[in-house]
């Protein structure tokens, strides 16, 4: 199998992707299968939940799509949490845009 193309995505489009794999007449494999009751079983939103959080949290304008995701699947809600979740590569956020995050986040949780 061969990838077409990759983008970051959360749990929900990842349980949303492989039940509409499995809906079709393709079986989903060992390790497809396990995926999807990972994802099944930790997202923490609807699918439409997601997709509302994931646009506000794109209109912050400090996040690219790969944080966005995780933000999206992990739902912090402490400062620490977004420090942890977020930092890669040195990257870090000011406190006001932690509590930006946060206050994004706590609409859902």
């Given amino acids: ?3 077409v193309s990759e983008r970051p995505v959360t749990l929900v489009e ?6 509409n794999r499995q809906k079709g007449d393709a079986a ?3 390790e497809q ?4 009751d990972y994802a099944e079983k930790f997202a923490h ?3 439409k939940d997601a997709a509302k959080l994931k646009k506000a949290l794109e209109a912050l304008g400090f996040l690219d799509a790969k944080q966005i995701a995780k933000v999206v699947d992990l ?3 402490k400062d620490d949490d977004v ?7 040195g990257f ?4 006001e845009q932690i509590k930006q995050v946060i206050a994004a986040c706590k609409e859902y949780r």
């Fill in 83 to 89: 420090r942890a979740a977020l930092f890669q590569n």
């Fill in 45 to 47: 939103l609807t699918a």
């Fill in 28 to 30: 989903l494999s060992y």
């Fill in 14 to 19: 990842v349980a949303d992707l492989l039940k």
């Fill in 75 to 77: 739902l912090p809600a």
């Fill in 1 to 3: 199998m061969q990838a």
């Fill in 33 to 36: 299968q396990n995926t999807l």
């Fill in 92 to 95: 870090s956020l000011e406190a």
